[in-house]
């Protein structure tokens, strides 16, 4: 055993800090991780003061109708992001597994098929939006009732659209870089993206734009922010990853779009229980009861910031790993990022829970204070979301997504139900009720058993408790 630490940790900050190269994959993979965690502490430390700032002005400016309405936009627009097709999470496995045998022109591949097809689903996708948005009544779905509210909503909704469906094929940057162990590099980029989005709200606030200018801002700033991160990673950094269409390879957009295919599952789910609360809310208990559950949301999300900062990585890393065979590195890191991520949680949780209330109507006004009741059920949900991420990382990474799907799709069928049930009940804690006892009765026990299968049958004798 080595009786002198330090000269190992001397060298490992050196190499964090790019004085010494990474000797070996492993190391390699380590410095990544540890890069991309610290940095998006960093990313989502700027994401926070931006939440901390804009939260209390928009509420302010709009009132709970407004806020609430525009809240229930972006929940709708979530669905949105599953039109890719799960093409953006195959894509993840099918960078690492090529970063790990070394091959730049696989990723090359890889990254030009996803762009292409990401990019028709872009254009069919608004097509459709476009034949199709004048036929709702915007301000009925959303139950909103003042004039300015009614009048605001429908072109809102229109721009917030059309800003996510031209994110698609951009999203393919941030896989590239996390592939490469590049994660810090994605993370200074988010971090100058959110500064820009924080600028954008306060001039839309300053100069009364409503919401239409508040989702330019808030949607629209991170969009051109992320043409800009992929026009320097493509033309200066790598271009020989460069997205032409002379790369596209129909197998491997084959692949992509079959394999792609559990993950748009597991994504349709993970958006039922995470973006339909909103909604319910809205259509149940009207639009301005949106608001206090949505910031508590928010507030409680915060505990994500120092729990789940890893999980990307890991995920990149955990393809990377199996591509070269390190599977009894994989076994470790499962079980450390579950044993650190939900103390982690847990202590964060307590004080939020218990003084909850003051800190809200301190951040955000009277509108938006929660009830006790929806305090401790939020605390409930958020802490079995880190170790459900961090187990969603491995399997995903060793392609088992199968039992995410389609124990999710239960999940997310029997929440819409219970969860109207429940706030017709109970109000917004009832919501948040439904989530918990949905997911802990249909997800937990199935997830837990494929994952324990998993790392067994990565190498004889491995387990979670190996």
Sequence with gaps: MDENPLPGAVRALRVMIGLDHAGNPTERRHVGIARGALTALGARGIGTMVSLITVPVTVGYLGGERYGALMAIFSMLAWVTIADLGLGNELNNLLAAAVGRDDLQDARRAIASAFWLLLGVTAVVLCAGALTWGLVDWPALFNVRSPEAKAEVGPAMGLAFALFCLAFPLSVVDRV?????????????????????????????????????????????????????????????????????????????????????????VQIAALVLYSTDNIIIARVLGAEQVTPYSVTWSLFGLTQ???????????????????????????????????????????LLLPLTLFGQPLIRAWAGPEAVPTHALLWWMAAWYFMLTPAQAVAAFLNANGKTGVQAYTGIVTALANIGLSVFLARRYGTSGVIAATVLTYASFSVIPVAIATIRTARALRPGASLGA
Excluded at 211 to 225: D, E, H, Q, R, S
Excluded at 316 to 326: F, H, P, Q, S, V
Excluded at 336 to 343: D, E, I, K, N, Q
């Design 177 to 265: 870089l996390v592939s490469l162990q590049r994660g810090a590099t994605a993370n200074a980029w988010a971090m100058a993206g959110n500064v820009a989005t924080l600028v954008a709200v306060l001039l839309a606030a300053r100069t009364r734009g409503g919401l239409v200018a508040l989702v330019a801002a808030i949607a629209g700033t991170p969009l051109v922010v992320k043409g800009v991160t992929a026009s320097w990673l493509f033309l200066a950094h790598r271009p020989v990853l460069r997205p032409g269409w002379s790369a596209v390879s129909r197998k491997t957009a084959t692949l992509l779009l079959r394999r792609g295919g559990t993950f748009f599952l």
């Design 305 to 347: 910031v120092l729990t789940t900062a890893a999980f990307p990585y890991l995920w990149a890393a955990y393809g990377e790993a199996l591509a070269r065979g390190d599977v009894g590195w994989m076994a470790r890191m499962l079980r450390r990022s579950l044993l650190v991520g939900t103390a982690v949680t847990a202590l």
